[in-house]
């Protein structure tokens, strides 16, 4: 619910548990922000502002206003008139000069929320979420700015996004859009963020906020391996179960920084947008510029809500399409199985053995077109190699079709191999400084997607590949970061936005073909994980988490991944032994109990796997139709970090109705004499009974117990032998009475 309290001047943004007030102050109106933390019963909370209280007095103290300027709460702060704060907004004007500062026009509450033109962003209907349309103006720059807000009534996660006009007569250039931003006082916050690298993804970080500006950002075009669009401020106290946390996820899958700013007034600005580098926009008069949409989140009861707070969201408002509320099909990709060397018969070899296991998909990966022998080359010839598919697509499909088996494939479509006849045909489509040699990665180029008839020819070479067969998935990669940023199709003055027309071509795209093939399931990937993301997850429901699916490795992995991210988009498989990243050898089993928390899949040559683990694929199978739905729909809690204690892992799902749950625990390193494993499980209905079932271990007796008992007492692990070993724990409400 969204208020406006016309006397105090005051708006009141309420989701079900926490309150959000803007001000806007004296005649200059000065947009300022009041508060954000719990519900609050009402909304004259505006003495937070502190304007009576020097350096705080607003606009006719012309003697202090630097100082005013400097520390005053801006709900959406500008730079370059005193406010010496980063700020989130930076212009440039004709004539060369910067400097913005923002005051109230006027505002609209609608119901529902708006869509943002060419941008992935979240959704609902008018009955699920209240939108503010603040509207603000710097009338010097010939400026407006719309400041969008939306609360939903079923999770305590908002949004927020900026869009500019240039309402003046001149241009304009934007060297900075931030989507958001929020002043307060400083708590003796921790900060936590997502770090790695390939292969090593989303590995969270806690550290402690000091003074100055602390930050997380990707100037690699995407939104990154190594740094993700995710920052949380969060109490000294906070835990998974309580404590304050303050989050902002951002809703692009490019360039981004989020960062903190601990003052010398012991204020804290914290902040979310587009990377200022290499970003430089130019608005015509009366032209705008959206900028993407921050997720924002306050609690006070620890990151398992803030967790469970972005699943809801990102399940009911952002995540689209026929697949968003269904089981996927188990697939099998053959990449590690065969990766390039493959053909028809080596495909149909492996999709018959797995279509007898229960597997239902086959996903043919990198390396079916032009001369795409290793992958130095042909990226951008999406045409069929019939040498390898004798007889061609469509007969594969056919066949894998007749199995009773649906079909996927691969493509890299933003991309372009030096050699390759694309390239040899237009030299100029891929991105490049004029005059100096562009620095290959993966010996591959990025093509110049800020061309239209570029993006235009890409999209129909896809497109006619999905066309000829019945194609019913699609893996999206995108191997390589962007660099040598120049385009010869823009003048000198709108270089700086290729970074962004790049992002937006790339949404265009997948709008494109999520709408011609409204069956189609997308699942977007960058060489692993390196663009999951919630502006991908607005066209795929799901994304390939890592290029490292082994069971160990994956469990920081989809830990730091599912702090935010709803296990039903977690695109994460069975793999080959040893594992081809680390070489660690694992058991199947483990490998299957760690995959069920994703969207489970093999990546291995079925045809070749030690026998024993071949036979354990219907049982893995049957444990995914068994388990999925919980999975998938479940809230999840985090019960213990193998990253925090070195020695298990253990997270949990409940359904909604807390009638089922479903507990995993891998035993990372088998220690003697090792006791304590008393896991105190949580989201259980105190007063009902459940059974509690080891799946996976016959030897351990069924037995009934409380939710209450099991969630304050705690349920104990008995020890076992063997590393890497793993427990499947199904509770069941029972009718069993106290
Ligand atoms: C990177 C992906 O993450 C892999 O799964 C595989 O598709 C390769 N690219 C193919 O080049």
Redesign the pocket.
């Known amino acids: 619910m969204i208020t406006y309290h016309e006397q105090e001047r005051i708006f009141k943004l309420d989701t079900p548990n926490t309150s959000y007030l803007i001000g806007i102050v004296d005649e200059e109106n000065f947009i300022g922000h009041i508060y954000y933390g719990k519900r609050l019963k009402d909304a004259d909370a505006s003495y937070l502002l502190r304007t009576e209280e020097p350096p705080f007095v607003p606009g006719k103290n012309n003697r202090e206003r630097c100082s005013f300027y400097d520390c005053f709460p801006f709900e959406y702060p500008a730079g370059g008139i005193g406010d010496c704060r980063e700020g989130c907004l930076g212009i440039r004007t004709a004539g060369g000069h910067t400097g913005a500062m923002l005051s109230y026009v006027s505002h609209e509450i609608l119901e529902g929320k708006p869509e943002l033109t060419g941008l992935p962003a979240t959704f609902g209907t008018k009955k699920e979420c209240t939108t503010l349309k603040l509207l603000c103006e710097d009338k010097y720059a010939g400026m407006q700015v719309e400041l969008l807000y939306t609360v939903f009534q079923d999770t305590d996660a908002m949004t927020r996004s900026v869009k500019v006009t240039n309402v003046g007569r001149e241009h304009f250039y934007l060297t900075k859009v931030f989507s958001a931003s929020l002043d307060m006082d400083n708590r003796d916050f921790d900060m936590i963020s997502l770090h790695g690298s390939w292969a090593r993804e989303r590995h969270i970080q806690r550290k402690t906020l000091g003074y100055g500006i602390q930050n997380v950002s990707s100037v690699r075009g995407e939104s990154s391996h190594q740094d993700h669009p995710f920052l949380a401020l969060v109490g000294k106290n906070t835990t998974q179960d309580s404590g304050e946390v303050y989050a902002m996820n951002f809703v692009y899958s490019g360039n981004f920084r989020a960062q903190a700013e601990v003052t010398q007034f012991d204020y804290v600005r914290m902040s979310m947008g587009i990377h200022p580098e290499n970003f430089c926009w130019k608005l015509e008069a009366g032209e705008s510029f959206q900028a993407p949409e921050v997720v924002m989140l306050y609690t006070d009861k620890g990151l398992d809500a803030m967790t469970n707070a972005f699943h809801t969201l990102y399940r009911k408002h952002l995540i689209r399409g026929e697949y968003r509320n269904k089981k996927r099909p188990i697939l099998i990709?053959n990449?590690e199985a065969t990766y390039f060397d493959f053909d028809t018969e080596k495909l149909l070899s492996i999709a018959k053995e797995a279509s007898k296991l229960g597997i239902e998909m086959l996903v043919m990966?990198?390396g079916w077109f032009g001369k795409r022998n290793n992958?130095d080359c042909a990226l951008g010839d999406w045409q069929v190699n019939e040498e390898k598919l004798k007889g061609g697509l469509k007969y594969l499909v056919d066949e894998v079709n007749r199995l009773g088996m649906k079909f996927g494939i691969?493509f890299?479509p933003e991309m372009i191999s030096p050699d390759s006849n694309l390239y040899r045909e237009h030299p100029d489509w891929a991105l490049a400084i004029p005059g100096r040699p562009a620095a290959q990665a993966r010996q591959q180029f990025v093509l110049d997607l800020s061309r239209k008839e570029v993006v235009d020819h890409v999209y129909e070479m896809v497109a006619s590949v999905l066309r000829s067969a019945n194609i019913e998935y699609v893996?999206w990669?995108m191997?390589r970061p962007l660099a040598d940023i120049g385009s010869i199709a823009l003048p000198a003055d709108r270089q700086g936005e290729i970074c962004h027309r790049y992002m937006l071509a790339v949404y265009e795209m997948q709008s494109r073909l999520v709408k011609e093939f409204p069956h189609l399931l997308l699942e977007n990937?960058?060489?692993?994980g390196a663009r999951f993301d919630p502006g991908m997850l607005y066209y795929s429901p799901q994304i390939?988490c890592s290029?490292d699916a082994d069971a160990i490795e994956r469990l920081e992995i989809q830990e730091g991944t599912a702090l935010l991210y709803p296990l039903s988009t977690m695109g994460a498989h069975v793999s080959d032994c040893p594992n081809h990243v680390v070489g660690r050898v694992t058991p199947f089993e483990t490998r299957g109990i760690v995959a069920l928390a994703g969207t489970f899949g093999y990546e291995l040559d079925v045809t070749r796997i030690p026998e024993e683990d071949r036979n354990m694929i219907p049982e893995q199978v049957a444990l995914y139709h068994q388990y999925n739905d919980l999975i998938r729909e479940g809230d999840y809690y985090r019960i213990a970090s193998y990253s925090q204690n070195h020695k298990f892992d253990c997270w949990q799902v409940v359904s909604e109705n807390k009638e089922e749950s479903l507990v995993t625990f891998v035993q990372v390193l088998c220690r003697a004499n090792f006791k304590s494993r008393r896991l105190l499980l949580k989201g259980l209905a105190e007063d009902k009974r459940y059974e509690v079932r080891f799946v996976n271990d016959k030897e351990i007796q069924t037995k009934v117990y409380s939710g209450d008992t099991l969630m304050k007492a705690g349920l104990l692990i008995p020890s076992f032998q063997g590393d890497f070993q793993a427990r499947l724990i199904h509770l069941v409400k029972c009718e069993e009475k106290f």
């Not at 990937?525 to 692993?528: M, P, V």
């Open positions: 990709n990449w990966d990198d992958d691969w890299e893996k990669d191997n990937c960058s060489g692993g390939w290029d």
